[in-house]
C-alpha cells in the first residue's frame, strides 16, 4: 500500500467526500470531451453544435397551436432545452437517458435551445 502513488489516494478522498451531483457533473463533462461534442456552456446563440448529455427531465407542453415536447439536457457544465414540434412523445426521450444533440442554438428567454435537433441516444456507461 505504501507504493501507492499520492494522487490515487488524493483522487480516492475527493470520490469519497465528493457531493454524487459533483461527481456526476464531472463524469458527464468528461464524457463530452471524449466524444468531441461542445460544452453546453461554450454554445452561443446562432452556432450550429453537437453536444451530448444526460436528460434530467422530460415534458410534454400543450401550447396553444402546436404541441411540443421538450427535454432538459444536462451535460455537466449548463442545460440546453431540446424542443420537438409537433411531438407529444418520442420513443427513447426519457430522463436519465444520456443522447448527443445537434442543431442550431436559440435563445427562448434567457435559456439555450436546440429545436427539431438531430438526435442519437447513447448507451449507458
Known amino acids: 500500500m505504501s507504493g501507492a502513488a499520492p494522487g490515487y489516494w488524493?483522487?480516492?478522498v475527493r470520490h469519497l467526500t465528493s457531493d454524487t451531483s459533483e461527481l456526476d457533473a464531472?463524469?458527464?463533462s468528461r464524457r463530452v470531451e471524449q466524444s468531441g461534442a461542445r460544452r453546453a456552456s461554450d454554445c452561443r446563440c446562432g452556432q450550429a453544435v453537437t453536444v451530448l448529455g444526460r436528460l434530467r427531465s422530460v415534458?410534454?407542453?400543450p401550447r396553444v397551436a402546436v404541441?411540443?415536447?421538450e427535454a432538459e439536457l444536462f451535460d455537466g457544465s449548463e442545460a440546453i432545452t431540446l424542443v420537438w414540434l409537433?411531438?407529444?412523445r418520442i420513443p427513447g426521450i426519457e430522463p436519465g437517458r444520456t443522447i448527443k444533440a445537434s442543431g442550431r442554438i436559440a435563445v427562448r428567454d434567457?435559456?439555450?435551445v436546440l429545436y427539431n435537433p438531430y438526435y442519437e441516444l447513447q448507451?449507458?456507461?
Open 26 to 28: 464531472e463524469d458527464l
Open 86 to 88: 409537433g411531438r407529444r
Open 110 to 112: 434567457g435559456r439555450k
Open 10 to 12: 488524493r483522487r480516492l
Open 59 to 61: 415534458e410534454h407542453c
Open 67 to 69: 404541441a411540443t415536447l
Open 123 to 125: 448507451r449507458s456507461s
